[in-house]
Nanobody
Framework: QVQLVESGGGLVQTGGSLTLSCAAS????????LAWYRQAPGNGRELVAS???????NYADSVKGRFTISRDNTKNTVYLQMNSLKPEDTAVYYC???????????WGQGTQVTVSS
């Protein structure tokens, strides 16, 4: 199994920045992709950004150029640097780890990001 703990959410004004962190533990070696998703009230959960074991990244069009996903394998942690935040970025942000061994994704508990206008 894989356990994920997110941190770094909070309240920020439009145009501000936040960095989210997600620390992974458990069967780390089985993870081949880490990602951040978000869910706003009344909406489904959407992919924000992902990073594969080899380092390739993928971003939702709505965050390209503003958000950066990165990982520190020595700390088993994935980060989401969010700049130029907009009110529409307000959501609960979830960390996800996909394990090729367990053939499933694991989720963190989520962290709230609120961007005030």
């Amino acid at each position: 199994q894989v356990q994920l703990v997110e941190s770094g959410g909070g309240l920020v004004q439009t145009g501000g920045s936040l960095t989210l962190s997600c620390a992974a533990s458990g069967s780390i070696v089985s993870i081949n992709r880490l990602a951040w998703y978000r869910q706003a009230p009344g909406n489904g959960r959407e992919l924000v950004a992902s990073i594969a074991t080899g380092g390739s990244t993928n971003y939702a069009d709505s965050v390209k150029g503003r958000f950066t996903i990165s990982r520190d394998n020595t700390k088993n942690t994935v980060y989401l640097q969010m700049n130029s935040l907009k009110p529409e970025d307000t959501a609960v942000y979830y960390c996800n780890a996909f394990s090729i061994i367990f053939a499933r994704g694991f989720w963190g508990q989520g962290t709230q990001v609120t961007v005030s206008s």
